[in-house]
């Protein structure tokens, strides 16, 4: 095998390393923006029902859910 080769060889090895950290990063951005989203509803709802001065629940029908 000569040089030429075995440079290539190392090239692509790298680049599926660098495919595979790439693909678990954007995974991890995915999950971690839903549980974002779902923190976020969280927050949003509880903050509406503590308000007692005005009665939400007749006008949004997610808060009776």
């Known amino acids: 095998m000569n040089e030429s080769d075995k ?4 090239r692509r090895r790298h680049i599926k390393e660098v495919n595979d950290v790439n693909r678990k990063h954007a995974d991890m951005m995915k999950t971690e923006s839903i549980a974002r989203h ?7 709802r ?20």
């Open 7 to 10: 440079k290539l060889r190392k």
């Open 38 to 44: 779902k923190c976020s509803h969280i927050q949003v």
């Open 46 to 65: 509880s903050e509406v029902l503590e308000n007692r001065q005005i009665d939400y629940k007749s006008h949004m029908k997610w808060l009776r859910e």
